[in-house]
């Protein structure tokens, strides 16, 4: 684990991510490489999809206008749309885990 650790730096294995692949193994050995990794893994679909498009644009306009964006900025603008829109408040939490998923989704 330690071995892969260092080699990435931006994934950090843990026992269970490795048990998981372990317990799976064959699967993940039959995988084709000339298999199209979007149907290989799952799409999650995203709960509420006006909140996102609506953060999506804002973000595009923001990085048009070489304006400075952070993290912290992008949760409470997306707080900000939320409430707007008029969104269930329990339904959501503008976790690192969301920003970060936000961002890859987004190529940010």
Known sequence: MAYFNAQDSQHNLDHL???KILKEK???LAVSENEIT???FRYKKVKFSLLDQAIKLWVE???NNRLFLTEAIIK???AYFFKALSLPDNE???SNGWI???KKCNSL
């Open 61 to 63: 306009q923001v990085v």
């Open 92 to 94: 959501i939490k503008f």
């Open 17 to 19: 991510t490795i048990s």
């Open 38 to 40: 979007s149907s290989t």
């Open 76 to 78: 409470e603008k997306a």
């Open 26 to 28: 064959n699967k993940w």
């Open 100 to 102: 970060r998923q936000f």
